[in-house]
């Protein structure tokens, strides 16, 4: 009976950790979005010296609109919380540069946590593995 407790046991926290590795990858894919988004607001920003006056901007899923830039030196940046500030380019850019940097730290503490609990998992598998043959021995012995 120790072994069926002990498997239960290994099964439980296998799940566990199963669904946390499910939740963090989720998390990494999300943040990795979010990442290659701040690089292109930040190309964005790079480029509006060098277009015209007239410009598309997107205003969601596949949809755009023609506009005017009309002060090429601000931009507006949402400071969190749906607070937008009128920034100059240069500070407009180290904020996002900033949050870029932020995400990257998270990203690679996730990519940690996912390692940690994909070894975890490593080991516990043949653990259970030999848990269940011990189990199936004594059913058939």
């Avoid at 290659?36 to 607001?41: A, D, F, K, N, R």
């Avoid at 949402?78 to 900033?98: H, Q, R």
């Avoid at 932020?102 to 690679?108: H, V």
């Amino acid at each position: 009976m120790t072994n069926e407790k002990e498997l239960q046991e290994k099964l439980l926290i296998y799940r566990t950790l199963e669904a946390r590795l499910e939740v963090l990858t989720r998390q990494r894919d999300l943040i990795s979005s979010k990442i290659i988004e701040l690089v292109s607001t930040m190309s964005s920003i790079d480029e509006i010296d060098k277009t015209p006056e007239n410009i598309l901007f997107k205003l969601g899923s596949e949809a755009f609109a023609q506009g005017n830039v009309t002060d090429k030196n601000k931009i507006l940046v949402e400071i969190g919380a749906g607070i937008v500030l009128e920034k100059s380019l240069v500070d407009g850019k180290e904020i996002l540069n900033k949050r870029k940097t932020e995400m990257e730290n998270a990203l690679k503490e996730i990519q940690n946590n996912i390692s940690q609990i994909s070894n975890a998992m490593n080991q516990l598998a043949p653990e259970i593995n030999e848990l269940i043959r011990q189990s199936e021995k004594q059913v058939v012995g």
